[in-house]
């Protein structure tokens, strides 16, 4: 009923910039918290940024000051501008989105996409 489609992943080379979006799509009514996440081999996923409807934000201390995050609430969209890369940002990056699916039930659904590759080179 609800599908995130990720985009923007790469190969960068230390130092590079990446922008990574992510679109929900289907039955919204509307959306809370939406944000990424991401997983490198051998580790647990982690918390990178989110970003609540009303704007407030929490980011991972390893970006701060590095990756921005912002969204399109008229286009249920969200970006993640990734600047000054390093090699440990090297995951696989994903979209996670908190869901209303009708205006006549209260329930909040997590919503995951399928995951985009940013690898940074050394």
């Known amino acids: 009923q609800v599908q995130l489609a990720e985009s923007g992943g790469g190969l960068v080379q230390a130092g590079g910039s990446l922008r990574l979006s992510c679109a929900a799509s289907?039955?919204?009514?509307?959306?809370?918290?939406m944000g990424w996440y991401r997983q490198a081999p051998g580790k647990q996923r982690e918390l990178v940024a989110t970003m609540s409807s009303g704007n407030s934000t929490d980011y991972a201390d390893s970006v701060k000051g590095r990756f921005t995050i912002s969204r399109d609430n008229a286009k249920n969209t969200v970006y993640l501008q990734m600047n000054s890369l390093k090699p440990e940002d090297t995951a696989t990056y994903y979209c996670?989105?908190?869901?209303?699916?009708?205006?006549?039930?209260?329930?909040?659904?997590?919503?995951w996409g399928q995951g985009t590759q940013v690898t940074v080179s050394s």
């Open positions: 289907g039955r919204i009514f509307s959306i809370n918290v």
């Open positions: 996670k989105a908190d869901i209303r699916g009708s205006r006549y039930n209260p329930w909040i659904n997590n919503y």
